[in-house]
């Protein structure tokens, strides 16, 4: 499967932004998938999972009633919706896919990513 991530920018502290991922290839609706993000000098941090119905998800701590998953098979689609934005949410975030059973939140456990979107918080 080949993912696209696309809806990064600019956005002041308390803003909003959505993230779009498009997949193609392989049938979409039977991957899992997942959003992460990589801030400068860090490691790729897992941010949210989805699970292949859209039926359940599970996220971060750090973005835990802020941030929204969702899917659109229909539309081989997965989403981030991200509100009350703050300046350590700054990243690359990447969408990712794996075809387990598991729900998973290590990066390792995805060997499907797309190119990443750049999001930037101003305070």
């Known amino acids: 499967v080949q993912l696209q991530a696309s809806g990064g920018g600019l956005v002041q502290a308390g803003g909003s932004l959505r993230l779009s991922c498009a997949a193609s290839g392989r049938t979409f609706s039977s991957y899992r998938m997942g959003w992460f993000r990589q801030a400068p000098g860090k490691e790729r941090e897992f941010v949210a999972t989805i699970s292949v119905t859209g039926g359940r998800t599970y996220y971060s701590d750090s973005v835990k009633g802020r941030f929204t998953i969702s899917r659109d098979n229909a539309e081989s689609t997965v989403y981030l919706q991200m509100n009350s934005l703050k300046p350590e949410d700054t990243a690359v975030y990447y969408c990712?896919?794996?075809?387990?059973?598991?729900?998973?939140?290590?990066?390792?456990?995805?060997?499907?990513w797309g190119q990443g979107t750049l999001v930037t918080v101003s305070s």
């Open positions: 990712a896919a794996h075809g387990s059973s598991w729900f998973s939140v290590s990066p390792a456990d995805y060997p499907y």
